[in-house]
């Protein structure tokens, strides 16, 4: 079962531009993760916003939580062809046992 | 830094063959996982495992089983591999009371 939804599925952008990820999810959360993957690679954290929290931010990301909605989104402002990935949201299935991830969205940066 | 290694990161079998995906990790964790990617249906949980011997079934268990005999290092095991088991198949482990997975750099299995 997929717990988050990551909209849109893809994303095609221009270096400098920002990028904006949103993701829904089904049940209550204590945190909510970001990662990233560039392709044909693992997957790396970028992020994690906890359930009292509405905002966070980390370099040039900046992820929003709202629990009324059961959404977040990840920005990346001035992107770079760097940031060419593919972006996933993920939280618990349970407490404190396995993450479930959402089925990302795929960000492409041209220079 | 935590690495977590996958033992191939290509691997072609035919259907019908018993195939042994291995991963390790190199630092104590106590949580290890498997999940499957396939374009479109993103990343589904297979198995986990949250201590040695234990193990947990996930989301899609059918046609699989794991092995962890050693905490470090947490086996996949396709009993009879199927062409519908063509993926990307990632490992990833985790410190108990943490919220961060690190993942290995998955393995691309083929059936044929």
């Known amino acids: 079962s997929q717990q988050g939804e990551e909209d849109p599925q893809a994303l095609s952008i221009q270096e400098g531009e920002n990028a904006t990820m949103n993701c829904s999810y089904k049940?209550?959360?204590?945190?909510l993760q970001w990662y990233r993957q560039n392709s044909g690679r693992g997957l790396v954290h970028l992020i994690l916003?906890?359930?009292?929290?509405r905002e966070k931010h980390s370099g040039r990301l900046r992820v929003t939580l709202d629990t009324s909605k059961k959404s977040s989104s990840l920005l990346i402002t001035a992107s770079r062809a760097a940031d060419t990935a593919s972006y996933f949201c993920?939280?618990?299935?349970?407490?404190?046992?396995?993450?479930?991830f959402g089925k990302g969205t795929t960000l492409s940066v041209s220079s | 830094d935590v690495k977590v290694t996958q033992s191939s990161r290509y691997l072609v079998k035919r259907t019908g063959e018993k195939v042994f995906l291995e991963c390790v990790q190199d630092?104590?964790?106590?949580?290890m996982f498997w999940y499957r990617q396939d374009p479109g249906l993103g990343l589904r949980l297979i198995y986990f495992s949250y201590d040695v011997k234990m193990k947990e079934k996930g989301d899609i268990p059918e046609g699989y089983s794991v092995s962890r005999e050693k905490k470090e290092r947490f086996s996949l095991i396709l009993e009879s591999a199927s062409t519908n088991q063509t993926s990307m198949y990632l490992c990833?482990?985790?410190?108990?009371?943490?919220?961060?997975?690190?993942f290995g750099q998955g393995t691309r299995l083929t059936v044929v």
């Open positions: 993920a939280t618990f299935k349970q407490a404190g046992t396995a993450l479930i």
């Open positions: 049940t209550s959360i204590n945190n």
């Open positions: 630092m104590d964790h106590e949580n």
């Open positions: 990833a482990s985790r410190p108990q009371g943490t919220t961060e997975a690190f």
């Open positions: 916003i906890r359930s009292n929290e």
